[in-house]
């Protein structure tokens, strides 16, 4: 046996209680600060020429993109209108965002909002998916609901969206719906723990400690608890701390 297994061992009793509290504040603060929309409508735009068939034009979604980077807003604005009108997913997506916030000339519209996030979600962009998520879960733009939430974010998540299985494994540990579920829990925050999640990697060190919803494993506990304290998720150092092991 290691000095390490052994060193654990021998404060187990104190680390399932610290765990235990730890696990509750971890999932009531998870689930406030999960409620963020992802407004990554605008990123930095890189056109190679030798990528680019001189055949083909630059796609006008690019070109509203330079436009409004550039300070023309409203001509890119336009653009996205025309875009989003003729069933362009990026384009509704931006038109979304833009509402959202009220920016390029465009007045803050939540109902608009929900309106072009819904049409871009229906045809499968995964963002719009996970915002429309978080829309019906805060109840902005549109009345609550989180039968709703869940089903717009299990769409966003099945496509490997990180903060969207950690969304629904929240909703399933804290029984949100009908009833708790820690398997389905456990199952959601393992997708996301694998794609580097902090939080995730955190609670689902908590529920292998515990043994909900997945067979008791200590080793495997502190294993999440390094990975996520490695990222500077500061309840994971916490819980390490308790147990005297380094992060």
């Keep these: 046996m290691s000095g390490v297994t052994r060193e654990r061992n021998a404060c187990f009793a104190s680390a399932r209680v610290a765990g235990a509290v730890l696990g509750l504040v971890s999932v009531l603060y998870s689930a406030s600060a999960s409620a963020a929309l ?8 890189q056109i190679r020429a030798e990528t680019l068939p001189t055949e083909h034009p630059i796609a006008s979604n690019q070109v509203a993109l330079v436009q409004y980077n550039s ?5 890119a604005v336009k653009v996205w209108q025309s875009l989003a ?12 965002v833009l509402y959202n916030r009220g920016d390029g000339g465009v007045a803050k519209d939540m109902i608009e909002a929900v309106r072009w996030y819904r049409k871009a979600a229906e045809q499968g962009h995964v963002i719009a998916q996970y915002n429309l998520g978080v829309l019906y879960a805060t109840g902005t733009g549109v009345t609550r ?4 939430a869940t089903q717009w974010w299990r769409m966003a998540a099945l496509q490997g969206h990180s903060e969207a299985q950690f969304n629904l494994g929240l909703y399933y540990a804290e029984g949100t719906g009908d009833k708790q579920d820690p398997a389905e ?5 393992a997708m996301a723990a694998k794609q580097g999640y902090a939080a995730a990697q955190f609670n689902l060190g908590l529920m292998y400690m515990k043994g909900e919803g997945v067979d008791e494993n200590q080793d495997e506990a502190v294993r999440l608890w390094r990975m996520s304290a490695d990222q500077g998720f500061n309840q994971a150092i916490t819980v390490l701390k308790v147990l005297h092991l380094s992060p």
């Design 145 to 148: 609901d989180l039968n709703a």
């Design 38 to 45: 992802s407004e990554s409508a605008f990123p930095a735009i």
């Design 185 to 189: 829990a456990v199952k959601w925050w």
């Design 85 to 96: 009108e003729q069933g362009d997913t990026e384009a509704q997506f931006t038109l979304a």
């Design 71 to 75: 300070g023309h807003r409203s001509e």
